[in-house]
């Protein structure tokens, strides 16, 4: 398989605990995305990287997110002291910077975070 | 701010034709892309078209963009069951680095 892979799939957590996800991107992309996407809406725009850089960072990343991609492949996400309101799916998507591709983002299929 | 506008709701008959209708923001946008997201899935790209074009058709999926009106559509041709999904428009304004915007999606029901 080599599409994103996301784990775990599904996480329930009591509010205040700390949460992490996993993003294994298309192996050769350089380029990796967290999205966030609550129920009724489009992904939102979290953060980005290019190769192990951390280039990009959305104001709704408040400083209990933290992502990493400490060698330019995989990715985590950790969440710290959990709220109601991060409840939502987590998607991670990867893309291929450069040549002739339009750079369009291939997703995983999410990581579902329920805080309770 | 940056904010890519759908109709939330569309519901045909199988057979019938399908437009779903998208207003984007951002005129420097370089692709504008068409992706359709199916229960407990992630989002699988459908089609994008690059800005210097009208009209893309790719088998049962035409796109039609405006960019005068920054007006994208996606037209699905005999619709059919499996087609049943959300489908989001997304822009990549050069204004917001490689930050893409998603639409709130469209959620099209097929009904038999």
């Known amino acids: 398989d080599t599409g994103v892979s996301q784990n775990p799939r599904h996480k329930i957590t009591k509010r205040g605990q700390n949460v992490t996800f996993r993003c294994d991107p298309i192996?050769?992309?350089?380029?990796l995305y967290w999205y966030r996407q609550t129920l009724g809406q489009g992904p939102e725009f979290l953060t980005y990287?290019?190769?192990?850089?951390?280039?990009?960072k959305s104001r709704l990343l408040s400083d209990r997110f933290s992502a990493e991609r400490p060698k330019g492949s995989f990715s985590t996400l950790e969440i710290q002291r959990t709220e109601q309101g991060d409840s939502a799916m987590y998607l991670c998507?990867?893309?291929?910077?450069?040549?002739?591709?339009?750079?369009?983002?291939?997703f995983g299929e999410g990581s579902r975070l329920t805080v309770l | 701010g940056e904010d890519v506008e759908q109709s939330l709701f569309l519901s045909v008959r199988e057979g019938d034709s399908s437009v779903i209708n998208c207003t984007y923001t951002d005129s420097s946008s370089t692709y504008l892309y068409w992706y359709k997201q199916e229960p407990g899935a992630g989002l699988q790209l459908l089609t994008y078209i690059f800005s210097n074009m009208d009209m893309k058709q790719d088998q049962r999926l035409t796109v039609l963009l405006n960019k005068k009106d920054k007006h994208l559509s996606l037209r699905i041709a005999d619709t059919q069951t499996g087609d049943s999904a959300i489908y989001f428009c997304?822009?990549?304004?050069?204004?917001?680095?490689?930050?893409?915007?998603f639409g709130p999606g469209t959620r099209l029901s097929v009904l038999p």
């Open positions: 990287f290019q190769n192990e850089a951390q280039l990009e």
């Open positions: 998507a990867s893309s291929l910077l450069g040549g002739a591709n339009t750079g369009e983002l291939f």
């Open positions: 192996s050769e992309h350089n380029r």
């Open positions: 997304a822009e990549r304004p050069k204004n917001y680095g490689q930050n893409f915007v």
